[in-house]
């Protein structure tokens, strides 16, 4: 069996890279980048879009009584360190064909983004990290793949939740007894209000027709099984 999807956008959430410790692991920034490399060598294309929880979230800034329009920025600026991280761990491991882009302006170390440009990156064979968000306060980085996975007409958006399988009925961090979804309609997910994504992303989703598969990327290749169609997930569509 081959390839599930031909083109994919894959968001990683900022804590998918930290350990413990640091804001950073080496190995999880390794074996993101392995997967990342392994499902290329496959054919997939891919486009890739990192959160900034590992190093800053904007609700951050209550505590700290900055307003909240600073914050947002400070957690597009952390989505870009993480992008910058993953690029340069994927050239460590000799994947050299790879772009950041970003939705805000730092021309020395990203590209400004056009999804035209990107598409033609894409086709040829690049892989290409988002970064930034959507560029703007009040929006979140699944909104911005969502953004992005329409762009760059990805068959899915591929929504990376750690140590989560997928969409549940209620909380499973909460409810012992709460049961995943295999299958659930946009309409759905906005009206139970189900917390695995912003419900601006699913709405934005539901305009723009793009099929949305949550899945646990905690477990041994998660990612690469996920698009081969081995791994038991929720799509939403
Ligand atoms: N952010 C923003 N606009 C965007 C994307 C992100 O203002 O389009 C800010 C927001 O403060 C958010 C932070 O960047 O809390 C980090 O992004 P996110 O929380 O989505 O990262 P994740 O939880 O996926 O790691």
């Known amino acids: 069996m081959g390839l599930k999807y031909k083109t994919a956008l894959l968001k990683l959430s900022g ?20 997967q990342i490399i392994e499902l290329s060598t496959q054919g997939a294309r891919l486009g890739i879009v990192v959160g900034g929880g590992n190093i800053w979230r904007g609700k951050l ?19 870009v360190m993480n992008g910058l991280a993953l690029e ?13 882009y970003s939705a805000l302006e730092i021309r020395t170390v990203t590209k400004s983004y056009s999804f035209k440009e990107a598409r ?13 968000g959507t560029g703007y306060a009040h929006f979140t980085t699944d909104t911005g793949a969502t953004i992005r996975a329409i762009e760059i007409g990805a068959d899915v958006l591929l929504m990376a939740k750690n140590g989560v399988a997928g969409v549940y009925d ?18 759905e997910m906005t009206k139970k209000n ?12 539901r305009d723009g027709k793009m099929k949305i ?24 569509e």
């Open 15 to 34: 804590e998918a890279l930290r350990s413990e410790e640091d804001i950073y692991s080496k190995d999880l920034l390794e074996n993101v980048a392995k």
């Open 61 to 79: 800034a209550s505590t700290l009584e900055l307003p909240q329009i600073n914050a947002d920025y400070m957690g597009m600026m952390a989505t």
């Open 88 to 100: 340069a761990t994927l050239q460590r491991l000799d994947y050299k064909k790879v772009i950041v």
């Open 120 to 132: 033609n990156k894409l086709d040829e064979g690049y892989i290409l990290i988002f970064t930034g």
């Open 170 to 187: 209620s909380d499973p961090k909460i409810n012992p007894h709460a049961k995943m979804i295999e299958h659930i309609s946009y309409l």
């Open 194 to 205: 189900l917390q695995v994504m912003d419900q601006t992303a699913v709405t934005l989703a």
């Open 213 to 236: 598969e949550v899945f646990d990327m905690q477990g041994e290749n998660n990612i690469v099984k996920v698009m081969n169609g081995k791994l038991n997930s929720t799509i939403i």
